[in-house]
């Protein structure tokens, strides 16, 4: 997977945590193995892809929410509770990808919310 650190991710003007331990896949094997071979997210908190516009859950054993950010940070499109063996679109103005465990997204999570993300 991606380098362990401590990563915290928000929406900034509403003070909700989007995940206090997140991991990054920056590389490119990290990005394409994701989450891949995992059974949950008991570790951490989700996954942050960096340089990624689309994923897909194939062997994938759990659902997943999906949060696909500009290159400013911006949440252009959310996917909630995405199921196994599945792909999405293609979203040009995405640079970065984040996934959460299935269901775990807050519901006052909107497309437009400025996301923060502070490496500890």
Same mark, same amino acid.
């Given at each position: 997977? =991606?380098?362990?650190?401590? /990563?915290? @991710?928000? @929406?900034?003007?509403?003070?909700?945590?989007? %995940?206090?331990?997140?991991?990054?896949?920056?590389? +490119?094997?990290?990005?394409? +193995? =994701? #989450?891949? =071979?995992?059974?949950?997210?008991?570790?951490?908190?989700?996954? #942050?892809?960096?340089?990624?516009?689309? !994923?897909?859950?194939?062997?994938?054993?759990?659902? !997943?929410?999906?949060?696909?950010?500009?290159? %400013?940070?911006? +949440? !252009?499109? +959310? @996917?909630?509770? @995405?199921?196994?063996?599945?792909?999405?679109?293609?979203?040009?103005?995405?640079?970065?990808? #984040?996934?959460?465990?299935? %269901? /775990? #997204?807050?519901?006052?999570?909107? !497309? =437009?919310?400025?996301?923060?993300?502070?490496?500890?």
């Amino acid at each position: 997977m =991606g380098k362990r650190q401590t /990563t915290t @991710i928000k @929406i900034a003007s509403k003070e909700i945590a989007l %995940g206090k331990s997140v991991v990054e896949a920056n590389t +490119i094997a990290s990005r394409m +193995i =994701g #989450l891949l =071979g995992t059974s949950s997210m008991n570790d951490f908190d989700g996954l #942050l892809i960096t340089k990624c516009n689309s !994923i897909h859950t194939f062997f994938m054993k759990y659902d !997943i929410d999906v949060i696909f950010l500009d290159s %400013g940070n911006r +949440i !252009i499109q +959310i @996917i909630r509770s @995405i199921k196994p063996w599945r792909i999405t679109r293609i979203y040009f103005r995405a640079s970065k990808v #984040l996934e959460l465990s299935g %269901g /775990t #997204l807050d519901e006052n999570v909107h !497309i =437009g919310d400025q996301v923060e993300i502070c490496i500890n």
